[in-house]
């Protein structure tokens, strides 16, 4: 499976990811959530496993009511063209995109495109990351 890179950025810093998911207009996070991902993480897009998201947690798993009408939206896409979803692995979180891994399950794909969260810490200190995207 390639990476649709032309399309999405590789890499995001903490802040792109977090207007990627304000552009798409679905979630509001908290403040120590946001300051936790700010300190740690950027973000690598990458295909990842369904199974092993099925036990990770959606970040209102507590509290689904799932609004189905978003998974009918993303049906009239092609699934090249849903967007990825974000995921913080170390947290066991599903950040942003329930309602497309929901979709992806019902389609029966093995494989989510995702936007999942590195530690800063283990960026080796010669490879400069580029954040810009267009």
């Not at 990842?48 to 798993?61: G, T």
């Not at 939206?73 to 990825?84: Q, R, S, T, V």
């Amino acid at each position: 499976m390639t990476i649709p890179d032309d399309i999405y950025p590789k890499i995001m810093s903490t802040e792109q990811i977090l207007e990627y998911i304000l552009r798409l207009g679905n979630i509001h996070l908290e403040g120590d959530y946001i300051e936790y991902l700010k300190k740690y993480c950027y973000f690598e897009l990458k295909w990842f496993k369904l199974n092993e998201l099925d036990k990770i947690s959606h970040h209102d798993s507590h509290k689904i009511n799932y609004d189905y009408r978003k998974i009918i939206e993303f049906k009239k896409l092609e699934i090249e063209n849903i967007p990825p979803i974000v995921v913080v692995v170390d947290k066991k979180y599903i950040l942003d995109g329930y309602h497309r891994y929901i979709l992806y399950k019902e389609y029966n794909k093995s494989y989510i495109l995702s936007y999942v969260n590195k530690p800063l810490l283990l960026i080796d200190q010669k490879q400069k990351i580029n954040f810009n995207y267009g």
